[in-house]
């Protein structure tokens, strides 16, 4: 008989290596910047789940409601037997949209993808409970290298990118994921992708930079992952949480702002790092949307709009895609 959980992790002296080589890439630039995927240790998750709760945080509980709106018509247009999910975490919102397959019943298998190990343990063994009968296979890994990994698919799948963590890549690398993405789909398949739309900077600026400061000890977070990963030495406390909007580019800025001017060594790397008061050091980007960017970027990933759900206040979009399907002028003719 097959059991119901398998656990292929990804991550070994090469995830260090990578997070040592954005080190000495980011940190060495006269503008300094570290990749978003190094803030998710178990303490990073943590502090996510509570951001998804805050009152000023509006895509999460936006996204669950598109779903509990819409999961049964996405039931029905994808005749999923699998769903593959990237950056899982908690896997939270997923579960509506695993009731609505199993109530079609068509629901065989689960496929989280994250870098956190405890998360894809946790939530493996979690849902194996809450649905009997489902199958887990958990891949521990990057989904910017190892999405090769990603097994064979055992029916129609959806592969869901949920939370807006797409808008977390900048616009070039944002595509060539995308691109990356299509590969893991067939004919039948489907993306189900959340993104964030473009909406009041007000807005946004307040969903990063809540008045409980959950946000900002998420931002400082990626300090204490080197400190721990690289034996650095930087303060936490000796640098500011900064969220901006860049109106050029629609995308928040999150950014750490040096206190006062200081040099911290990265031990491991023998790297000292130097930062003058009042400097700023990018840690995310998170891009908001217009449907015609959502499309753009799926034209130029060979993938082709299928639907976009929506809330009433068009705040966050949730857009099934499909590998683009040959114009009926570019079909081979038959003759
Ligand atoms: N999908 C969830 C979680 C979003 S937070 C939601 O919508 O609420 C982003 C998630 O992506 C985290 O769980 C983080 O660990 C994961 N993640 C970030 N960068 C990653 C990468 N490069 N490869 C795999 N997982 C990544
Ligand atoms: C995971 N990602 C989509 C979140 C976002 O909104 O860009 C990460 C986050 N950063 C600050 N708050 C939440």
């Known amino acids: 008989m097959q059991t119901a959980i398998r656990i292929d992790s990804h991550l070994d002296g090469a995830h260090e290596r990578s997070l040592a ?28 789940d509570r951001i998804c709760e805050l009152p000023e945080y509006y895509p999460t509980r936006t996204e669950r409601a598109i779903l ?11 005749g999923a037997a699998e769903l593959v999910e990237l950056g899982s975490g908690t896997a939270s919102k997923t579960r509506v949209l695993l009731d609505a397959l199993e109530r079609a019943g068509t629901l065989e298998r689960y496929v989280p993808v994250d870098v956190t190990e405890s998360m894809v343990r946790e939530c493996a063994a979690q849902l194996t409970e809450e649905y009997p009968g489902l199958h887990v296979h958990g891949v521990i890994g990057d989904f910017e290298r190892h999405l090769g990994e990603v097994p064979e698919a055992v029916g129609p799948r959806i592969v869901a990118f949920l939370g807006g963590t797409i808008g977390n890549f900048p616009p070039g690398s944002r595509r060539r994921v995308l691109r990356e993405i299509s590969r893991l ?17 007000a807005v946004l600026r307040a969903a990063y930079d809540d008045t409980q ?31 901006l909007f860049d109106p050029e580019h629609e995308w928040i800025e999150m950014r750490l702002r040096a206190r006062r001017e200081h040099t911290t060594l990265v031990r491991e790397l023998d790297l000292p790092v130097h930062f003058e008061a009042g400097e700023e050091m990018r840690t995310e980007i998170s891009a908001k949307f217009t449907s015609e960017r959502i499309e753009g970027d799926l034209a130029a990933a060979g993938l082709e709009l299928v639907r976009i759900f929506t809330d009433p206040d068009e705040l966050f979009a ?18």
Do not use: I
Not at 22 to 33: A, H, I, M, N, Q
């Open 68 to 78: 509990e709106h819409d999961a049964a018509e996405l039931a029905m247009l994808t």
């Open 213 to 243: 400061g959950v946000t900002a000890e998420f931002n400082r977070n990626v300090l204490r992952v080197l400190n721990r990963e690289l034996d650095a030495d930087f303060e936490p406390e000796d640098f500011e949480h900064v969220a």
């Open 185 to 201: 789909l067939g004919p039948e398949d489907h993306l189900l992708l959340g993104t964030d739309l473009v909406k009041d900077p």
């Open 318 to 335: 949730l857009t099934l895609a499909r590998v683009a399907q040959p114009s009926s002028s570019e079909q081979p003719s038959s003759s």
């Open 21 to 48: 080589d954005d080190v000495l890439d980011g940190l060495t630039r006269p503008f300094k910047e570290l990749p978003p995927k190094h803030f998710y240790d178990a303490r990073g998750a943590e502090l996510f």
